[in-house]
């Protein structure tokens, strides 16, 4: 069987959304699918194209023996809307000179295309469903345009709001199967179409066995904390550590990463007397090194988004680090029901400061629970492996 991924994120870009992309491509070929993928020249998160991809309108590269087709895109991580949105259709128009590879797509048996962007998704959905007549399999990450609303960014009803609705609702009637990152993303889905076919599909991590990992040692020398992800508008870190003062709570909190409250976020806590301490972007392996250095993390939503679960609550579990949950929903229920954390709601900085008290005065074997309850949802629950050869099996039947 051979299939495409069309998405406007890829390694080697870094961060939840083209690391959960480059883990289903690669899961895919480690179970016996061929898979290519359509995507742009690797810009995220830094809204500039990486150095060797630059001056090109597009390219063929093999990575990890994959063979990714890319497009030129205009790159920005500006917080202009209007800027985002012309990033998105750049991409969602040149990708259609992939469909002057006649023989190419028709050799797809399937094609998974990622939502969001919406725009990109419902461009591809024209594409491949409705011109090429390909069996599409629809990748949705995100509830767009509701998280748009939700988090302040569009208003409900708005011109830009019933635009974006149309465009959802068409890329789920003509999805053959829609995969979703959340339960509740697959009931939004079944809500507007009953009978659709569905696959509930967690962003899920390969991090090999992680009872290997070594868990001692922790907390000796008072609780350090970490975030590695995305400082965007839905984490807003910015408010987070303004609210939190963790030189007072005698806890390091430890940032990786970037985004566009970057600059501001590293204006705050100037040389790390804040006890707040900014280490920069990190390759997959090289952070996985350095996680083995603290002893909980946080993940922060700043309001309640419906069908949002952070991709960080998985990638964490592995390697044994409890979590400091502020969201709600569906994040929240999965972090109570396997006991890997404590959790506030969005925004509530005194209850999150409770918790990292609670984390930093519990007796060891309490803790060690926590390590454990990781752990074994990592293995069962939440096991990559076990999830994709389900999703291979699926998609080839």
Same mark, same amino acid.
């Given at each position: 069987m051979k299939t495409l991924v069309v998405s406007f994120y890829y390694m080697p870009e870094v961060g939840a959304a083209p690391s959960r992309i480059t883990n289903l491509a690669c899961g895919l070929k480690d179970n016996g699918v061929d898979v290519d993928v359509l995507t742009c020249m690797p810009n995220y998160p830094k809204g500039r194209i990486f150095e060797g991809y630059r001056h090109r309108f597009s390219m063929k590269e093999n990575i990890d023996g994959i063979d990714v087709y890319r497009y030129w895109t205009y790159a920005c991580n500006s917080k202009? /809307? *209007? =800027?985002?949105?012309? +990033?998105?259709? %750049?991409?969602? $128009?040149?990708?259609?000179? $992939?469909?002057?590879?006649?023989?190419?797509? @028709? %050799?797809?048996?399937? *094609?998974?295309?990622? %939502? /969001? /962007?919406?725009? *990109? #998704?419902? %461009? #591809?959905? $024209?594409? $491949? =469903?409705?011109? =090429?007549?390909?069996? *599409?399999?629809l990748n949705v990450s995100d509830l767009w345009p509701i998280s748009a609303v939700e988090l302040g960014v569009m208003k409900e009803g708005g011109r830009s709001h019933r635009f974006m609705l149309r465009h959802e609702r068409f890329i789920y009637k003509n999805a053959d199967v829609v995969m979703g990152q959340s339960q509740e993303i697959i009931d939004h889905v079944l809500e507007m179409f009953p009978e659709k076919k569905t696959f509930l599909y967690r962003n899920l991590q390969e991090n090999g066995d992680p009872t290997q990992q070594d868990f001692g040692g922790r907390r000796k020398n008072g609780l350090k904390i970490v975030y590695a992800g995305l400082f965007g508008v839905a984490q807003d870190l910015l408010s987070l550590i303004k609210n939190i003062d963790f030189k007072q709570l005698n806890v390091e909190f430890h940032l990786y990463g970037g985004g566009n409250q970057l600059d501001e976020i590293l204006k705050y806590i100037g040389d790390g007397e804040k006890n707040i301490f900014y280490h920069g972007y990190l390759q997959k392996n090289e952070l996985v +090194?350095?996680? @083995? =250095?603290?002893?909980v993390s946080i993940i922060p939503l700043m309001t309640s988004i419906k069908g949002a679960v952070p991709s960080k609550i998985f990638d964490i579990l592995p390697h044994g680090i409890p979590v400091l949950f502020s969201g709600d929903r569906e994040g929240a229920d999965i972090v109570n029901d396997f006991g890997i954390g404590l959790t506030s709601k969005p925004a509530d900085y005194k209850t999150l400061e409770q918790n990292i008290r609670t984390f930093a005065e519990m007796p060891d074997n309490e803790y060690n629970k926590y390590i454990k309850n990781c752990i074994s949802a990592s293995s069962d629950a939440f096991s990559f492996k076990k999830q994709m050869i389900h999703f291979a099996n699926f998609i080839k039947e």
């Open positions: 202009n /809307p *209007v =800027k985002r949105v012309i +990033a998105m259709l %750049s991409f969602a $128009f040149t990708m259609w000179f $992939f469909a002057f590879r006649f023989r190419l797509i @028709k %050799s797809y048996d399937r *094609v998974i295309i990622q %939502s /969001p /962007p919406l725009l *990109v #998704a419902s %461009s #591809a959905m $024209f594409l $491949f =469903k409705k011109i =090429k007549r390909k069996n *599409v399999i +090194a350095e996680l @083995k =250095k603290y002893d």
